[in-house]
DNA sequence: ATGACGGTGTGGCACCGA
């Protein structure tokens, strides 16, 4: 089984390049983050022509807003998190019923949070918080859990170009980074890390400055595994084609095979 | 210190992203 997390920073503008990553990489289910759309424009049609006839959507209408969109079946779907009050789209679960049994997925578009000290890092916190306590409760009836997504934090240095000049600012925090290790608290892992990678491995370059050509990019879109999934997993790539199409978005995606 | 690029929605720009 294959699943793939990309933001795709407005589904409208990179419908094609969807669509066209999916034939050249027909994974089982692919999440979506920042459609930047409402439900009533999620282009349904041409993700089932596409094979995709298992769209789980929680869209918005110009910010946040994901989507799973799925080849097998897809059950009890959520959105946001249980016990958090939120305005912004940015969580989407369902389970799938796959050959190798079911598994609980969940989508996240984490909170940016801006600017430490600000008010939007401080509901950056408390997204977090409330995450990392739902996820504690699905674990217990869904052991198969698997959490992809745009986290917007760096794990370690060995995810940012920069991680003296960056210290200590906007997906660099150390209060960031504690956060992101209590889900690994839970039982997740990083499948990433699980494998050998190429150094400077990044899942998003600014539009600005030519960083994609000078390779200054963060890892801020992850993949984490729960427990029982963890010796299943196969590999973990980060596809960085997409990056040099034509209107990119400035992420790219990331894929896991779970055997 | 600032802005750089790109998307959205509005309206001749502001706001947001990371």
Same mark, same amino acid.
């Given at each position: 089984?294959?699943?793939?997390?990309?933001? +795709? $920073?407005?589904?409208?503008?990179?419908?094609?390049?969807? =669509?066209?990553? &999916?034939?050249?990489?027909?994974?089982?289910?692919?999440?979506?983050?920042?459609?930047?759309?409402?439900?009533?424009?999620?282009?349904?049609?041409? =993700?089932?022509?596409?094979?995709?006839?298992?769209?789980?959507?929680?869209?918005?209408?110009?910010?946040?807003?994901?989507?799973?969109?799925?080849?097998?079946?897809?059950?009890? +779907?959520?959105? $946001?998190?249980?016990? /958090?009050?939120?305005?912004?789209?940015?969580?989407?679960?369902?389970?799938?019923?796959?050959?190798?049994?079911?598994?609980? &997925?969940?989508?996240?578009? /984490?909170?940016?949070?801006?600017?430490?000290?600000?008010?939007?890092?401080?509901?950056?916190?408390?997204?977090?918080?409330?995450?990392?306590?739902?996820?504690?409760?699905?674990?217990?009836?869904?052991? $198969?859990?698997?959490?992809?997504?745009?986290?917007?934090?760096?794990?370690?240095?060995?995810?940012?170009?920069?991680?003296?000049?960056?210290?200590?600012?906007?997906?660099?925090?150390?209060?960031?980074?504690?956060?992101?290790?209590?889900?690994?608290?839970?039982?997740?892992?990083?499948? /990433?890390?699980?494998?050998?990678?190429?150094?400077?491995?990044?899942?998003?370059?600014?539009?600005?400055?030519?960083?994609?050509?000078?390779?200054?990019?963060?890892?801020?879109?992850?993949?984490?595994?729960?427990?029982?999934?963890?010796?299943? +997993?196969?590999?973990? +790539?980060?596809?960085? &084609?997409?990056?040099? $199409?034509?209107?990119?978005?400035?992420?790219?995606?990331?894929?896991?095979?779970?055997?």
């Amino acid at each position: 089984m294959k699943i793939a997390t990309w933001n +795709v $920073n407005s589904l409208s503008v990179r419908l094609p390049q969807v =669509l066209d990553w &999916l034939a050249a990489n027909p994974v089982d289910a692919l999440c979506l983050q920042e459609l930047k759309l409402p439900d009533e424009k999620f282009p349904l049609q041409a =993700l089932q022509d596409a094979g995709y006839n298992h769209c789980a959507v929680f869209g918005q209408k110009t910010y946040n807003g994901v989507a799973i969109l799925s080849r097998v079946p897809l059950r009890d +779907v959520t959105k $946001n998190i249980n016990g /958090f009050a939120d305005e912004q789209s940015r969580v989407i679960a369902a389970t799938l019923d796959t050959a190798e049994g079911a598994f609980r &997925l969940v989508n996240g578009y /984490f909170v940016n949070g801006q600017e430490p000290g600000s008010e939007k890092f401080a509901y950056k916190m408390q997204w977090l918080t409330g995450l990392r306590h739902w996820l504690k409760q699905e674990l217990v009836s869904t052991p $198969n859990l698997v959490l992809v997504g745009d986290f917007n934090i760096t794990f370690d240095d060995r995810d940012t170009h920069d991680p003296e000049g960056l210290r200590e600012t906007i997906h660099h925090m150390t209060a960031e980074r504690e956060h992101f290790q209590g889900l690994l608290d839970l039982g997740l892992t990083d499948a /990433f890390r699980l494998f050998d990678q190429p150094d400077k491995s990044y899942s998003w370059w600014d539009y600005r400055e030519f960083a994609f050509r000078r390779n200054r990019g963060l890892r801020i879109d992850h993949i984490l595994v729960s427990e029982p999934l963890k010796s299943r +997993v196969r590999s973990c +790539v980060i596809d960085k &084609l997409p990056r040099k $199409n034509e209107r990119p978005s400035d992420h790219v995606p990331v894929v896991v095979e779970i055997g």
